[in-house]
Each structure stands twice: as structure tokens, then as C-alpha cells.
């Protein structure tokens, strides 16, 4: 689900999506699910607290397209650059995609574009 009617701004756009997705980080592997997602990185909720600069590993399985219903394993490395404390517990962590090859940033990038509205030339 997109976040607000209004126009996003960013080159590379973030849409607020609910997937599962492993964050391994200082030996803990923590299972949630992301917030939003671009293919820049991701905002997820943790139950532990890790601070920014930590490096951690990404695993997550991107829908398929509604006719293959075949899911799309994407991985890569990433860097926690925010943490915020969470009223009802536990973490919201930022994270950005620092060593993601380049097919498994397009893939993101083509399942958010997937969801995406798509102008429609006004007549």
C-alpha cells in the first residue's frame, strides 16, 4: 500500500509494503517484516536493540507477479543508519542496502514499480 496520494519525490521511490524479511545482525537473526522498502533500503521493527553503523545481512522473498505466484529471492548487505525506539517495544531500524548487486536491486525495484499507480494521461 502506497503511503499518501502524494507524489513521490525520491529518484528511487519507497512504497510501505509488509514482506518477510531476515535481518541478520551481531550474531542474532531477527524474522519481521519490512514497514517500506525502496531499493535503497528498507525500515523494519526489531525486538532488540542494535545501534546505527552496524553492518547486518538481508533475506527476503519478493512476491511474484499475480500470475506466476513464484516468489523472487533477493539478499544482500546492508548498514543499520537509524534505530528508534519503539513506544509499544522494541526497535524501528533503518537499513541501507550497501553491497546489493545490481539484479537484486532491479528486482526490487520492479516489484515496487509492480505496485505502483501509474499516471493516466488526462484527456
Not at 43 to 55: A, E, L
Not at 100 to 119: C, F, G, T, V, W
Request: with cysteine; net charge positive; hydrophobic share 35%.
Amino acid at each position: 500500500m502506497l503511503k499518501s496520494s502524494r507524489k513521490e519525490r525520491r529518484l528511487h521511490p519507497r512504497i510501505d509494503e509488509q514482506l518477510p524479511v531476515e535481518v541478520v545482525a551481531n550474531g542474532y537473526d531477527f524474522s519481521t517484516n519490512t514497514q517500506n522498502i525502496s531499493c535503497l533500503g528498507t525500515y523494519c521493527h526489531i525486538d532488540k536493540y542494535v545501534p546505527p553503523f552496524t553492518k547486518v545481512m538481508i533475506k527476503m522473498k519478493l512476491p511474484g507477479a499475480p500470475k506466476d505466484k513464484k516468489r523472487c529471492d533477493v539478499e544482500c548487505k546492508g548498514v543499520i543508519v537509524r534505530t528508534e525506539d519503539e513506544e509499544q517495544g522494541g526497535y524501528n531500524i533503518a537499513i541501507f542496502f550497501n553491497g546489493i548487486k545490481d539484479i537484486a536491486r532491479q528486482k526490487i525495484a520492479h516489484y515496487i514499480s509492480s505496485l505502483m499507480p501509474h499516471n493516466v494521461a488526462s484527456a
